[in-house]
C-alpha cells in the first residue's frame, strides 16, 4: 500500500523556525511532482509548496522567501523548511503529489505558531 507519512509539526513561537519531512512508501514518487499542503482551521486546503522530479520548486506568495521545499530520493523523503513562521501559517500541514491525489492524504502534521 503507498503511504505518505508526515511528521516534524509542533508549537513554535512566532519568529521560529520548523522543518516538516513527509517519508513515502515507496520510491515510486522519485519522479513525480511532490507538494506541502495546508488547511488552517475553518478553511480549505491550500498548495503551499512543490518540486518538481528536476527539483524545480515554486511557493504560494505568502510563504516565499521563508519556506523552502526540498527533496531526498535516496531517502523517498520531501522536506518543508519553514522559517520567520507566523500566526498565519499555524494549521495541519500535508504531503502529496501534485495535481494531489485523494488517496494519498495522511494525517497531516499539526504546525501552531503561537505566543
Known amino acids: 500500500q503507498v503511504q505518505l507519512v508526515e511528521s516534524g509539526g509542533g508549537l513554535v513561537q512566532p519568529g521560529g523556525s520548523l522543518r516538516l519531512s513527509c517519508v513515502a512508501s515507496t520510491s515510486i514518487f522519485d519522479i513525480f511532482t511532490m507538494g506541502w499542503y495546508r488547511q488552517a482551521p475553518g478553511k480549505q486546503r491550500e498548495l503551499v509548496a512543490t518540486?518538481?522530479?528536476?527539483?524545480?520548486?515554486n511557493y504560494v506568495d505568502s510563504v516565499k522567501g521563508r519556506f523552502t521545499i526540498s527533496r531526498d530520493n535516496a531517502k523517498n523523503t520531501v522536506y518543508l523548511q519553514m522559517n520567520s513562521l507566523n500566526v498565519e501559517d499555524t494549521a495541519v500541514y500535508y504531503c502529496n503529489k501534485h495535481p494531489s491525489i485523494a488517496a494519498l492524504w495522511g494525517q497531516g502534521t499539526q504546525v501552531t505558531v503561537s505566543s
Open positions: 518540486i518538481t522530479a528536476t527539483r524545480t520548486t
